[in-house]
């Protein structure tokens, strides 16, 4: 753990040990959006993040002080609202992954995201069942009108009650469940829960918030007593909450990359707007927890088998948009072989041996028309689509082939930007790039 970016707000802060070992000086470490990565890609040399050093991460702090609260805003389990057919087996996969990683590595509350209804509310449910996962959604209801989990967590530490509550967006829900769930307006299911924690003499207040900023705003202007909002809105920034000064907004980086964490005093109602707040960045420099690191081989041990065994039915038959490198080497011989000695030609062995050729988070890079109309639906189907090939550079071939030119000649920085991406890159640059992959240097 060796680099700690500070930010401190402000320096005030007396640590009173208690009995237990517990103390009044609260450590919360939280992150938000994780979106169904259960690891960073190693396409460059130094990636952050990942489940084995988040769980490592967090037993060190907890080491520090075990008046710790770990919590995450919501969004963990997928990357999309909906989860194609397709991708279902190993998005599950994934997700399962990801909840069993976060309750190894003591997740204490976990707020339900939108994103987390991608595959279903009884999928959410079993992952509660099945490995404990703590969820909290105070608007989330059935039919009946019941809600579907818990509102809100009460912990204690010394002589502290911290109340932490989650409110789900429900704006853009396009789950197949829309109708299996229904939710109660966020802003005033806010106030019913905030009233049922003040009652229960709560004397700190945590929203876990996976709602639009406006709603943000609103529920912090409507409760005064909560204290902080941990947020998974992009738009809100980490800090004060400029309307009412003694409210805080705080979010991580998503995609597992940092873990917020925060301390306070919480028996002095004051030093609550006196705390130290920062960023871990889960660098490589932090070693993995070797039962996480084990668990994570597990699984995509297991998406491997699973996806070698499926076809899918629905692959575009006869819509061949893609023509492949096969048949641009028909007339471009000169080119392909130029082709060939370039990086792009085996990329898709490079995954291979990181067996990580049937990961649907790998594959649409390394490969050629993946997903797109004419392409191919599954992993396993990659066949003739193997590697960055020419038509990922130069547009599809169908109607260039033998006929006019119809065929992008030289092919724009962004296309190069849609793969060399900065979270999959050390470096970039499209003029001193271009031409160390350009095909006229076949004539050279
Ligand atoms: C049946 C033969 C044939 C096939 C197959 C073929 N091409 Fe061509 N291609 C040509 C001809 C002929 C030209 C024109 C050559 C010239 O202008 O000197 C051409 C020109 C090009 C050019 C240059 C265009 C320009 O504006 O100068 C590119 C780029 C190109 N082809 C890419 C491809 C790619 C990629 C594929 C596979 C998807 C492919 N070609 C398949 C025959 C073919
Ligand atoms: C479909 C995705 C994709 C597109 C589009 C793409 N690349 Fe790449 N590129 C890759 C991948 C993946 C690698 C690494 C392959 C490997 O080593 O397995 C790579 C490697 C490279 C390398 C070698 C880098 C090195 O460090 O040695 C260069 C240079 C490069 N690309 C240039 C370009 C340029 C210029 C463009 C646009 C004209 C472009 N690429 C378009 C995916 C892409
Ligand atoms: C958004 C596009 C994209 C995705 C998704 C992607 N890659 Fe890459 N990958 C690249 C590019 C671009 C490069 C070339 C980077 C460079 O050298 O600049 C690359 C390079 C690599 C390399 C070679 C690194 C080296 O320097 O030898 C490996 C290994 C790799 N990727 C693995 C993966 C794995 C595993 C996944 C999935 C978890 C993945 N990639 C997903 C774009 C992508
Ligand atoms: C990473 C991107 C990329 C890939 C992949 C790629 N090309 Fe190119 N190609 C270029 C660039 C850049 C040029 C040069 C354009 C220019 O400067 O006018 C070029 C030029 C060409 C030309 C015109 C050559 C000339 O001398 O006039 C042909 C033909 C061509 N490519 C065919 C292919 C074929 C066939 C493949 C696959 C085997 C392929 N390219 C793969 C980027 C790519």
Redesign the pocket.
Known sequence: MKKLILVIFCFVLFACEKQDGFSDKVTLVYSTNVHGLIEPCSCKEKQVGGLPRRVTAIDSLRKANKSILVLDSGDLLFKNRIVSEFDLIQDKIKAETLAEGFVFGGIDVMNVGDYELAAGIDFVKSLETKFKMPYVSCNLIDEKGKLLFEPFKVFEFGSVKIGVFGVTALEEITSRETKRILNHEPVTASKIVVEALKKKNCNVIIGLLDVYQETVKKILMENPEINFAIVTDNFIPNGKVEFTKKQWTLKALDEGKHLGILTFNAAEKESLSSFISSELILEPEIPDNPKMAELLKKAKEIINSKEETVRSELLTKGNFLFVT?KK??T??LE??E???T?R??NAYQTLREKKQHLDNSCIGCHTTGYGKEGGFIRPIEVGNFAN???????GVGQFHVGKDKMIV???EEK??LSCHEVDHTDYFNYKEY?PL????N??K
């Open positions: 490198e641009c080497k007339c471009h080119q392909h130029f082709w060939k370039t792009h030609a960055v090939q020419c038509e990922m550079c130069h000649r030289k092919p296309t190069c271009l992959i350009s095909c006229t076949a004539k």
